[in-house]
Structure formats: C-alpha cells, structure tokens
Nanobody
C-alpha cells in the first residue's frame, strides 16, 4: 500500500520561509514525477512544483524564484523549500506522485500553510 506523508506546514509571517517534506512508502511501479499542489479555499487545486525521476523541474509562475523542489530517489522523499512567502501562498499543500503507464496519481493528506502577520 502506497502512502504519502507530508510534514512541515504551519503559520509564518510574510517574507518568511517554510520547508515541506513528503515521505513516500510502499512499492511504486515506474515512478514518473513527484510534486506539490496547493488548494486555497474556493479555488481549484493547482500545481506548485514538480520534479521528474531524472531531476527536471517545473514551477508555477507565481512561485518561480521563491520555491525550490528537490528529491531523494533513494529515500523516496520530495522537499519543497518555500522562501519569501506571501499571504497569497496560503493554502493546503498536497504531495503528489505520478506513476505507471497510466500516470496514476497518488496523493498525501495535505498540510496547511498559512502566511499572515
């Protein structure tokens, strides 16, 4: 059984930093990408950042230059370093893994990030 467990969310002031981690356990066949999505109240879930098994990354325009995604393939973990946080970054953040021929989505339970003074 595959499980994605996130940690690192919380409350931070504007301009501050947070580090989100996601540990993936269980057997995943043909892992394609690992990434982070977020969903604010009343809004659709959106991709924040993704990284392929080969290390290629992509970011939402709104977080480029502020967020960095990295992974450890040996440990099956993915980390999102978030700097210069803004109130508009406030959302529930979800870890995501896509795997297999059909690019099946695995999701974590979500961790709340709140940016407020």
């Amino acid at each position: 059984q595959v499980q994605l467990v996130e940690s690192g969310g919380g409350l931070v002031q504007p301009g501050g930093s947070l580090r989100l981690s996601c540990a993936v356990s269980g057997s995943i066949f043909k892992l394609k990408t690992m990434g982070w999505y977020r969903q604010a109240p009343g809004k659709q879930r959106e991709l924040v950042a993704g990284i392929t098994s080969g290390g290629d990354t992509n970011y939402a325009d709104s977080v480029k230059g502020r967020f960095t995604i990295s992974n450890d393939n040996a440990k099956n973990t993915v980390v999102l370093q978030m700097n210069s946080l803004k109130p508009e970054d406030t959302a529930a953040y979800y870890c995501n893994v896509k795997a297999g021929i059909s690019w099946y989505n695995y999701w974590g339970q979500g961790t709340q990030v709140t940016v407020s003074s």
